[in-house]
């Protein structure tokens, strides 16, 4: 096994939110509040104690060990859980949505920058707790971004009808998906184990929230991850103050407006929020909550509330009010003693419209950090990548751009078209010198051949290696077929693969090379030969 790290921006797949934010440039300064580094935490912990209450810890115990009855729960997830009842102890999250058999490869990397976090937060900090925790999106409605996932270039799909929060959605139909997947992966021990793992998830338990929570759980329990439902009416009873805020002034609407105007002078901006950020959630539904002629109206129903109406069912039904992705964030930090979300570029972007927000309720901003990103190279390849002579960070380039470097490299005519591209300008440069002293159509007619023989000169350039490129056909072929298999459908391969490919070759090795390799505050990319 070897490990290498490359700057984010090396890769060409992170956005220029993400690349200011981790070069901490002064733009980005007034959307964080404190950035990832170890020292920080000393400030979050001080702020999180002050704003977090014992009875929102003994709320959140009572749910969790709740939400775990039936589940073969570990002694460590067991501790972690009674310790959040204590004064000292604190959460690193990240969250996904409830995809299919984990869908992304990414997921992995998410929980295992969570788990490692907190860990080294341990050995920093002694004299606190610090618990990994998966938030499952178990409130999403958008089935059709969950009910799949890659197996080898192919989606294994969940194709049916579906309404209302996904973790509440059963799991009828799933034993066909089984059926199929299992003829994909063959007998081997670790085939055996992935076929058992979607069984016992998907057709032993009723709903994909329950599903999911075994297989995170399976995967990660020996590190002691805890595992949250949002939607819990016991912790949405915590969160009823916000949400009666929300209903009652459009608090994250102004704030969020506000922001975003400052924000998208620099930045692209992620989501745009509503009038009002709530969903209200019935058992096959999940709809907005619009605010018309002086009434509560449920879109796309007949239910509608007066003011005094909403406030008694927030207060009877809490459950029913679900925060969309402007709220969830809130919701996460006010039911969590949490100092750290870890997540991908996009949900960092999304964060940034947040501050102000926080800062006006008085709710304290978690560290934002991004994620380990990982490309897994096998040995085999590697040496593909050696005897191409292709880097790390050649790997990532446009594959045009890599095809032409590596003919360019590898062509017996070496022709060097920008040192003559140079003394062409060079050469014009005097000339319009000479120009300048007589009429301007003279000086126009320079210009114009000027921008004819440089032209010229590109073209040819492009020609030679148009006839370089089908000269090295067998060289071409090798580095795109390479490219292709190592950055699937030109993305990372962990927003395409499913960790079950890597499963099946490395067994629970996978999972335990990532984590003794994998360093979220290192904020670099990683490449892990194995």
């Not at 104690?49 to 570990?74: H, I």
């Not at 407006?257 to 692209?268: A, C, D, F, G, P």
């Not at 591209?421 to 440069?429: M, R, Y």
Request: net charge neutral; glycine share 4%; hydrophobic share 35%.
């Amino acid at each position: 096994m070897k490990v290498t790290q490359i700057p984010f921006k090396k890769t060409g797949f992170f956005s220029k939110t993400m690349l200011d934010y981790l070069d901490k440039k002064e733009a980005t300064l007034a959307y964080y509040n404190h950035f990832p580094e170890t020292e920080s935490f000393a400030k979050q912990i001080a702020e999180k104690q002050v704003s977090y209450t014992n009875n929102s810890r003994l709320v959140l115990a009572k749910a969790l060990k709740e939400q775990y009855n039936g589940f073969n729960t570990s002694k460590k997830t067991e501790e972690h859980i009674e310790s959040l009842k204590l004064p000292n102890t604190f959460t690193v999250t990240t969250g996904h949505q409830l995809n299919l058999f984990t869908g992304p490869l990414y997921f992995l990397y998410k929980i295992i920058s969570a788990i490692n976090l907190s860990e080294e937060l341990s050995k920093k900090y002694p004299d606190n707790n610090f618990v990994p925790v998966y938030w499952m999106a178990t409130e999403d409605h958008d089935f059709e971004e969950i009910n799949y996932f890659n197996y080898q270039g192919k989606k294994v799909l969940l194709n049916r009808e579906y309404g209302g929060a996904v973790g509440r959605f059963n799991t009828d139909g799933l034993e066909t998906v089984l059926a199929v997947f299992k003829t994909q992966l063959g007998n081997s021990k670790n085939a055996e184990y992935l076929k058992n793992l979607f069984e016992e998830g998907y057709i032993k338990h009723s709903n994909l929230a329950a599903a999911t929570r075994y297989i995170a759980n399976e995967l990660f329990k020996e590190y002691g991850l805890v595992i949250v439902d949002g939607d819990d009416a016991d912790l949405k009873k915590l969160f009823i103050p916000f949400v009666q805020d929300e209903l009652e002034n459009q608090t994250s609407f102004k704030e969020v407006s506000n922001t975003i105007e400052k924000l998208e002078k620099e930045y692209k901006i992620q989501v745009n929020p509503r009038e009002i950020n709530l969903f209200y959630l019935g058992d096959d539904f999940r709809e907005r909550i619009l605010f018309k002629d002086g009434l509560y109206l449920v879109n796309n129903t007949e239910i509608t509330f007066t003011k005094d109406e909403i406030l008694e069912e927030l207060d009877k039904n809490p459950k029913a009010f679900s925060p969309n992705v402007i709220m969830r964030p809130l919701y996460q930090e006010v039911i969590l003693p949490n100092l750290c979300y870890i997540g991908g570029g996009g949900e960092m972007a999304y964060w940034f419209q947040l501050k102000a927000y926080f800062n006006t309720i008085n709710i304290p901003f978690p560290i934002l950090l991004l994620r380990n990103s990982v490309q897994i190279i096998s040995e085999k390849q590697q040496r593909k990548l050696d005897r191409l002579h292709i880097s790390h960070e050649e790997l990532f380039l446009k594959q045009h751009l890599l095809l032409s470097k590596k003919v360019i490299e590898n062509a017996e005519i070496q022709i060097n078209f920008k040192e003559k591209t140079t003394f062409l300008e060079n050469h014009f440069s005097d000339l319009k010198k000479v120009a300048k002293k007589t009429d301007i159509s003279f000086l126009n007619a320079v210009n114009a051949q000027e921008k004819k023989q440089i032209k010229g000169l590109q073209n040819l350039e492009k020609r030679l290696l148009r006839a370089e490129k089908r000269r090295q056909k067998d060289l071409v072929d090798r580095i795109t077929e390479l490219q292709n298999t190592l950055l699937p459908n030109n993305s990372l391969e962990e927003r395409q693969r499913n960790f079950s490919e890597y499963y099946l070759e490395y067994g629970s090795t996978l999972i335990s090379t990532l984590k003794d390799t994998l360093q979220p505050l290192d904020l670099s990319f990683t490449i892990l030969e194995m």
